[in-house]
């Protein structure tokens, strides 16, 4: 028979084991990266990219922006852009007022491509024009901070497919965004 003495201390330890013992799983888990931690994101975020970080001004102040810079020939993928562009916009339903796609344009811009869209033109920055050198979307709050970016898509299908991550990402801060 078990004395009551050793009883309550394998007790004891076993209470020790069932709270020291997730803490320490925890611990190591951390420390070793082992734990991903979910993305509701389509875009890859930027951090600490600024329209006064790239010595420019703000062209839509207090407002959210889609950036998109035209390149010095606009081919099929830059015509989809477009198109996906204006797409997108439309696609923001009741929030579209909030929203402004700004097509940035250089002097080595073909801007015959923007006939037939609507879109507010601005001159970019050299760091801005470098940043978006790339044909990338660009996202932008309201206080003129960069917020995601969405790499060039190749195929036709792949843009249309990204258009629908920007809308999707673009609706999720414009809920949770009290400004702009």
């Known amino acids: 028979m078990n004395s009551p003495k050793k009883n309550g201390k394998k007790t004891l330890i076993l209470l020790l084991l069932a709270f020291v ?14 734990y991903q931690g979910g ?3 389509k875009g ?20 959210w922006q889609l950036l998109y810079q035209l390149p010095s020939h606009c081919d099929a993928i830059c015509e989809d852009r477009l198109y996906i562009l204006q797409q997108s916009h439309v696609a923001l339903g009741r929030n579209q007022d909030r929203v402004h796609t700004i097509i940035m344009v ?3 811009s073909d801007t015959a491509a923007l006939t037939g869209f609507d879109f507010v033109t601005a001159a970019p920055s ?14 932008v709050d309201p206080l003129g901070s960069l917020v995601m970016s969405y790499p060039i898509a190749e195929d036709h299908q792949a843009q249309i497919m990204q258009g629908k991550a920007l809308v999707a990402d673009l609706r999720k801060l414009l809920k949770l965004s009290r400004i702009g």
Not at 21 to 34: E, G
Not at 126 to 139: C, D, G, R, Y
């Open 44 to 63: 890859q975020l930027l951090e600490s990219v600024s329209y006064q970080s790239l010595d420019m001004a703000n062209p839509q102040p207090q407002e």
């Open 39 to 41: 993305a509701t994101n």
């Open 106 to 108: 250089n002097q080595h």
């Open 21 to 34: 013992l997730p803490v320490m799983a925890a611990k190591i888990v951390l420390s070793f990266d082992l």
């Open 126 to 139: 050299k760091q801005l024009s470098k940043l978006l050198n790339q044909q990338e979307l660009v996202i």
